[in-house]
């Protein structure tokens, strides 16, 4: 497996390969490695020909009382678990090879980053925006894979691509969850055993919302009250948000019909953890019996 650290060596690489006709496969990522990302790759690996994953813990998406110093990072171990994977060639590149002295453009895309994380995270999906714009300016991948955990974020992306015209297919792929339900995320090395068990009531509120649903409950408004009643029952958690949007759009809505989001975070001690659920609400047989 390639490792590269600066721009020129990645963009050697993959111009050579995609002048062989070969597809480019990338998964942008911060690093330290869970079974989420290699399925990402994994991913990568079964449709294109060369897979390329970058590791940057990208400074402007996290706000001032963020944890950008204190993100998991282990480096070697993430290079070990990408080769195992089968992964072609990692870009790891410095602050100072992305954002050298002079620079100053910012890549934003407006309205569907105006809620959920959005509004959470001021600014935040404008450092995503940017840093993914030039990964894909600079690996020119055909396709990117991004995690349907960070949901919004893989919609604003797929916006920017068609807004900005540019050449990748965007492919969501499902989340990764632990044994217990926790969605995995690599944030969830800084939960204690005891707000690891707290932070479970996430999955138990997002699968009673699935069960409501089911059961023929059409009104936006209950659901988000029975996702907030369990969340609410945990005294470590702390709510963040509770929505539900129509997809793709993420747009408001009065009654549950077609595809929706419905989309949580939560602060468990120090740390913000966010899960969903993509609801593909059947006609409406329960609330019109024949
Ligand atoms: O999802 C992430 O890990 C990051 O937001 C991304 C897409 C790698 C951009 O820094």
């Known amino acids: 497996m390639l490792i590269c650290h600066t721009i020129k060596e990645i963009k050697s690489f993959t111009r050579q390969a995609a002048s062989q006709g070969k597809t480019i496969g990338f998964i942008p990522t911060m690093g330290y490695f869970h079974a989420g990302h290699l399925s990402l790759m994994s991913e990568a690996k079964k449709i294109c020909n060369v897979v390329v994953s970058s590791i940057f813990?990208?400074?402007?998406?996290?706000?001032?009382?963020?944890?950008?110093?204190?993100?998991?990072?282990?480096?070697?171990?993430?290079?070990?678990?990408?080769?195992?994977?089968?992964?072609?060639?990692?870009?790891?590149?410095?602050?100072?090879?992305?954002?050298?002295?002079?620079?100053?453009?910012?890549?934003?895309?407006?309205?569907?980053?105006?809620?959920?994380?959005?509004?959470?995270?001021?600014?935040?999906?404008?450092?995503?925006?940017?840093?993914?714009?030039?990964?894909?300016?600079?690996?020119q991948p055909d396709m990117a894979f991004f995690g349907q955990k960070d949901f919004q974020q893989a919609a604003i992306i797929r916006r920017m691509v068609e807004d900005l015209n540019l050449e990748v297919k965007i492919i969501l792929v499902p989340t990764v969850r632990d044994k217990d339900g926790l969605a995995l995320s690599s944030r969830n090395v800084y939960l204690t055993p005891t707000q690891?068990?707290?932070?479970?009531?996430?999955?138990?509120?997002?699968?009673?919302?699935?069960?409501?649903?089911e059961n023929g409950e059409r009104d936006p408004a209950k659901v988000k009250m029975a996702v907030s009643g369990v969340l609410a029952a945990e005294p470590l958690v702390e709510i963040d948000y509770v929505e539900i949007y129509s997809l793709p759009h993420l747009e408001e809505i009065s009654f549950l019909q077609g595809e929706v989001l419905l989309a949580v975070a939560a602060k468990v001690g120090k740390t913000r953890l966010i899960d969903n659920l993509v609801l593909k609400i059947p006609d409406n047989k329960v609330n019109h019996p024949k």
């Not at 959920?116 to 404008?126: I, T, V």
């Not at 690891?196 to 649903?213: E, F, H, Y």
Request: proline share 8%; charged share 25%; net charge neutral.
């Open 196 to 213: 690891r068990q707290a932070a479970l009531s996430i999955p138990k509120s997002l699968a009673l919302a699935a069960q409501i649903v």
């Open 57 to 139: 813990v990208n400074p402007i998406q996290f706000g001032p009382q963020e944890d950008f110093t204190c993100y998991p990072r282990d480096i070697e171990r993430d290079k070990r678990l990408a080769e195992e994977v089968g992964v072609d060639a990692i870009f790891i590149p410095s602050a100072e090879e992305m954002y050298p002295p002079r620079f100053s453009t910012f890549v934003e895309t407006k309205k569907i980053t105006d809620c959920l994380c959005g509004k959470s995270r001021p600014g935040h999906f404008q450092g995503v925006t940017t840093v993914v714009t030039k990964l894909f300016n600079i690996i």
